[in-house]
Nanobody, 117 residues
Framework: HVQLVESGGGLAQPVGSLRLSCSAS????????MGWYRQGPGKQRELVAS???????RYADYVKCRFTISRYHAKNSASLQMNSLKPEDTAIYFCNAEGPLTRQSYWGQGTQVTVSS
């Protein structure tokens, strides 16, 4: 049984910071590409950032230089450090793990991030 559990969401002010964490069980994330997605109100789910098992990361243009994705294999977890938050970052953020061969994807339940003054 695979579980991804996000934590760290909440309310932040513009220009503030939050750190999201994704803890995995049932898989060893060292074999998976990890990603953070988000879905804002009335919007489709979109990729925010991803990181390969060998720690090659990619970011959506709108979060470059503000967000940092990391992975911690010893803890079987991944994170998303979010700095310089903007109201448009408000969304439910989902953790994703994708298998390297089968492309099997696993999803967390999401954590709400609200950026508002």
């Amino acid at each position: 049984h695979v579980q991804l559990v996000e934590s760290g969401g909440g309310l932040a002010q513009p220009v503030g910071s939050l750190r999201l964490s994704c803890s995995a069980s049932g898989i060893m994330i060292g074999y998976y590409s990890m990603g953070w997605y988000r879905q804002g109100p009335g919007k489709q789910r979109e990729l925010v950032a991803s990181i390969t098992p060998d720690r090659r990361s990619r970011y959506a243009d709108y979060v470059k230089c503000r967000f940092t994705i990391s992975r911690y294999h010893a803890k079987n977890s991944a994170s998303l450090q979010m700095n310089s938050l903007k109201p448009e970052d408000t969304a439910i953020y989902f953790c994703n793990a994708e298998g390297p061969l089968t492309r099997q994807s696993y999803w967390g339940q999401g954590t709400q991030v609200t950026v508002s003054s």
